[in-house]
């Protein structure tokens, strides 16, 4: 009986495994994989276009407010994904290769500003209602993601100068570091501003629900960042985590649905509630 067993489980095991060579392997399936990516990613991208100009039409008066810049990054990221793995096989062809690691990894930079805009967001509403100056957070923002990016930059015309393996290495290292900061972020502000509204009285108006917000959002983004993080570390040292090839579409399906596609839509969708037309002191203008 036990001969028997283990026959059958190492036949399912066998099984398993030709399936997933075969998947990976197969043209059909790379190409069913990435539309379906790309189809994902776009309905994303009109949902959140269409959240912007909701905003908008409600209140236009108050410009490029820090939800309005939060929708339309989310947009763009997404639609730019889209469009990438709409062409995924011909973006593989792209010479020199240090084009196809840009066009794969800008998005991300662009995501991590989108998400890390809502921390910054989160903060000033926390340091507001502790009545201390906000006056440095803008300024620290756009430093950090200015960093960022000029460090990501240099790491691309060094690979580009001289494209050695420990360079793709560094910089798939760099990316998960950078994950694992927006995740601690998260969770240093999310968490601030979640215990600051516990302790609000039970009577104020709105408290609950947008304690479930806070909560939420800063749980989907701190578990989104750290697998992220997580993911980079393999695909750095493993070949069979690596992201950037073709005959990895499964693993770039549940990569990319885990870490960007679904946290985005869930975002989105507990966000979606539409500021009020007047006194929306919250929602303070990008300068």
């Not at 690979?159 to 240093?188: D, E, N, Y």
């Not at 039970?202 to 989907?220: A, C, D, N, P």
Request: glycine letters at 4%.
């Amino acid at each position: 009986m036990n001969s028997s067993a283990n026959f059958i489980m190492a036949y399912r095991l066998t099984n398993a495994s030709d399936w997933w060579v075969e998947v990976n392997n197969s043209p059909i399936w790379q190409n069913r994989i990435f539309h379906t990516l790309a189809g994902l990613y776009g309905f994303v991208a009109v949902v959140a276009l269409i959240q912007l100009v909701r905003i908008e039409l409600r209140v236009p008066e108050y410009g490029w407010t820090t939800q309005k810049v939060f929708h339309f990054l989310n947009f763009v990221v997404n639609a730019v994904r889209s469009v990438v793995f709409v062409f995924r096989t011909d973006v593989q062809r792209i010479k020199p290769e240090i084009l196809q690691h840009v066009l794969l990894d800008t998005p991300s930079l662009a995501f991590f500003t989108t998400y890390a805009l809502l921390v910054l967001f989160w903060a000033e509403i926390y340091y507001q209602a502790r009545a201390v100056s906000t006056d440095g957070l803008r300024p620290s923002f756009f430093t950090i993601n200015g960093v960022v990016y000029a460090i990501q930059v240099a790491l691309w015309l060094i690979m580009w100068w001289k494209p050695i393996h420990l360079m793709i290495v560094l910089s798939k290292i760099f990316f998960a570091g950078v994950s694992l900061f927006a995740a601690l972020g998260f969770l240093l502000y999310g968490g601030r501003l979640f215990l600051m509204l516990q302790r609000f009285p039970v009577e104020s108006k709105g408290r609950r629900k947008k304690l479930q917000e806070v909560g939420y959002v800063t749980t989907i983004c701190f578990l989104c960042f750290l697998t992220r993080c997580i993911m980079m570390c393999f695909n750095a040292f493993d070949k069979a985590a690596d992201l950037d090839v073709l005959n990895h579409p499964v693993l770039n399906f549940l990569y990319y649905l885990l870490v960007e596609i679904l946290p985005s839509a869930l975002v989105l969708f507990i966000l979606r509630k539409l500021p009020p037309k007047r006194g929306i002191t919250q929602y303070h203008p990008i300068r």
